[in-house]
């Protein structure tokens, strides 16, 4: 225990001798214009910022171009490219790994752990809160994927409608936004349009868009309104067969789904219904044999 006051009252110290220093070198205006894009932090993650952003600062200049693309394309795939920079990912996760730390060793001091195997199991925390940021990014990135997956196929109906209405491609994407919910369909169109807009060509834009999202449905889409334009074939149709196309595969993703249904029951089954069954007919027969004296007998 005095170890553990100790500890805190060094962190305290520290946290005094850098507060000075925190206020003095706290960002510019120049500095907040410059995040100004960025969508609103978690609350955690807000407190955290100035010392995450001060550390990130130095990451960045050592920081290899290889890892910085490798994880830009993850953070883009999670929609989470508005939210923080790679270096700044990178900062996340060694500050887990810090807290987590913490967390074991106060577990530790403040319960007086002494047996090896709880020490040894507590100090997985540390592992673990390295790899959460991960964690979350793979389940971000899935949640993400099934969900555009899922809009996908009304917005491209709503596309063919307006293209069929006489509208132009641009105009036909800015009327099938208005028609989703916020998510990540409305969020890639909608960075799509602004670059659009500020004079990148339709097929960089579409390009870009099919590496951020990283899905199969959303290459082809880009590829085939890119090769109608280019070899001057009619959009409207390509967009046609696209939703059609779209809706087959969700039709056979749930057929897919439905038929994995069984074999994901299978298991909750016989780990769980059938023991209760047999106990439910087993109990009276057991009591009937333990009234007659059948087990008396052996």
């Not at 910022?49 to 994880?71: D, N």
Request: net charge positive; aromatic share 10%.
């Amino acid at each position: 225990m005095t170890i553990l006051i100790t500890v805190l009252s060094a962190l305290s110290c520290a946290l005094l001798i850098l507060l000075p220093w925190v206020l003095k070198h706290r960002p510019s205006q120049s500095q907040i214009r410059d995040v100004a894009w960025r969508d609103q932090l978690p609350p955690i993650l807000r407190l955290l910022y100035p010392l995450v952003r001060w550390y990130a600062s130095g990451t960045e200049k050592t920081m290899l171009a290889f890892k910085r693309e490798v994880l830009q394309a993850r953070l883009n795939a999670a929609g989470a490219n508005y939210l923080i920079t790679p270096a700044e990912f990178l900062v996340i996760r060694r500050v887990a790994c810090t807290l987590g730390l913490l967390f074991a060793l106060y577990i530790v001091f403040a319960l007086n752990v002494r047996s090896s195997l709880y020490i040894a199991l507590i100090a997985t925390l540390v592992p673990f809160a390295y790899m959460y940021p991960d964690l979350w990014l793979r389940d971000a990135t899935q949640r993400r994927r099934a969900r555009f997956e899922k809009e996908f196929p009304f917005f491209l109906d709503v596309l063919v409608l307006g293209m069929k209405a006489g509208l132009t491609f641009t105009a036909a994407v800015e009327q099938a936004m208005e028609q989703l919910r916020e998510g990540p369909v409305k969020q890639e169109f909608s960075r799509y349009l602004r670059e659009a807009r500020t004079g990148v060509a339709r097929r960089v834009a579409l390009d870009r868009m099919a590496s951020r999202v990283v899905i199969p449905a959303v290459t082809n889409f880009s590829a085939s309104v890119i090769q109608a334009e280019e070899t001057g074939g009619s959009l409207c149709e390509v967009l046609a067969d696209q939703a059609r196309q779209r809706r087959q595969e969700r039709f056979l993703r749930a057929e897919k789904l439905a038929n994995q249904a069984p074999v994901k029951m299978l298991f909750p089954l016989i780990a769980l219904l059938f023991p209760i069954t047999f106990i439910i007919i087993g109990f009276p027969i057991v009591m009937q044999l333990i009234d007659s004296g059948a087990f008396k007998l052996l």
